[in-house]
């Protein structure tokens, strides 16, 4: 006697496609063997729901089925009492335990809603350098990117007449299904590439996608206080979608040239200002510049040495995010002179036999006491 496959399942032999798998997926829940350990009749229950699914699933096989009334109807298919002589997480008549809760409940990823052409369009990053003093101050700068743009003929839509039809080749599914033994293999529709929809009249400009490729110009705004690294986002600015879809967003990523005067440390900023023997002996105010290109005053006490460094609060970087700026340090190198006449030989050496240097004292002493020691 052939077995009722719909009375395994418990639906009617109207049921539709989405009833059906609706039925097996609640069984299937109910029966799998990683549920029912070691139980014999759950597994040969597991095995008939599968091997009814198996032919209630595939039009031709449930067409031979009403017309035959048997189980005869799902030869050639590979049996379907073959593979269960050992159970794991693996798929069977297309769906593993994981996909079965996954899709019942929402967790799993979705398809693609059929009927709609529409693609969003990917992301886009361009590379832009500038001055310090214009990542101090801020600045606008013009770039130009060649990328996908949305047609003007057909206004993005990637159709001439604003139409579509349900595919011919896949009858709007977007895939083929094969069955092959126990499980169900897609395929997707290379006629309407997986949408279930074409176009009943392309466009002849962009051929159907709605997009095509073309310059572009924007202006882009860079805040004050940009460093390395710093990346600046323009919603929409990017690839234009397939058909009508979102547009990505350009991504602008930000690097600051070196500066010949100014090294810059997060906010703060430092420069190196030459002084000469005398002023760092005598004492001076010297004027130095700040990155805006303001005159800053200095005053080099006596006896100031090389590495010194002077701190101006303020005067250093702005903060990306509020309204505070870092500080500016003048670091001072004490320049030995070159090319002495014979005067300042002279007036050097008699320095020299004067000359109160507590640091090099200190440590020839030291050196002194050392070697007295040994």
């Known amino acids: 006697m052939s077995k009722d496959y719909y009375e395994i399942l418990g639906v009617s032999k109207t049921a539709s496609a989405a009833e059906i ?18 139980q014999a009749e759950a597994a040969n229950k597991f095995k008939e729901i599968n091997e009814a699914y198996e032919v209630l699933s595939d039009s031709e096989k449930r067409a031979r089925f009403d017309r035959y009334g048997s189980a005869d109807a799902s030869a050639g298919s590979g049996g379907a009492s073959h593979g269960f002589d050992g159970f ?19 967790m799993g990823t979705r398809r693609q809603r059929k009927g709609s052409m529409a693609q969003p369009g990917t992301d886009l990053r361009y590379d832009i350098s500038v001055s310090l003093e214009e990542a101090f101050a801020g600045t606008t700068s013009k770039i130009q990117i060649r990328t996908y743009c949305s047609c003007n003929k057909c206004s993005g839509t990637g159709s001439a007449s604003k139409t579509d039809d349900t595919c011919f080749a896949c009858n709007g599914h977007g895939v083929f299904v094969h069955q092959q033994g126990f499980f169900t293999v ?12 074409v176009l009943k009249n392309p466009c002849s ?7 095509v490729i073309s310059d572009k110009t924007l202006d882009v705004k860079i805040p004050k206080g940009v460093d390395n690294g710093t990346q600046i986002r ?32 997060d906010k703060n900023l430092t420069c190196q200002v030459p002084i000469s023997i005398t002023t ?16 800053l005053q200095i005053k080099i006490p006596a006896g100031t040495q090389t590495g010194h460094k002077f701190c101006i609060k303020g005067k250093g970087m702005p903060s990306l995010r509020g309204n505070s700026f870092g500080d500016l340090f003048v670091e001072v190198v004490v320049e030995t002179p070159v090319k002495l006449t014979k005067r300042q030989k002279d007036i050097l050496q008699e320095l020299d036999s004067e000359e109160s240097t507590p640091m090099s004292s200190g440590f020839f002493a030291k050196v002194k006491e050392f070697f007295a020691d040994r």
């Not at 897609?186 to 929809?197: P, V």
């Not at 760092?280 to 005159?295: H, M, N």
């Open 21 to 38: 798998k609706k039925a097996y997926h609640k069984l299937a829940m109910k029966y799998h063997p990683d549920r029912n350990k070691g």
């Open 88 to 106: 794991s997480n693996a798929g069977f008549g297309g769906f593993n335990f994981d996909d079965i809760i996954n899709e019942v409940f929402g």
């Open 186 to 197: 897609e395929e997707t529709c290379s006629t309407c590439g997986g949408f279930g929809r």
């Open 205 to 211: 400009a962009c051929s159907g996608s709605g997009r």
């Open 234 to 265: 323009l919603p929409g600015e990017g690839e234009s979608g397939f058909r009508g879809g979102k547009c990505g967003d350009l991504y602008v990523f930000v690097t600051v040239k070196p500066h010949k005067l100014f090294q810059r440390d």
């Open 280 to 295: 760092a002996a005598l004492g001076k105010e010297i004027s130095v510049s700040s990155i805006d290109r303001t005159p």
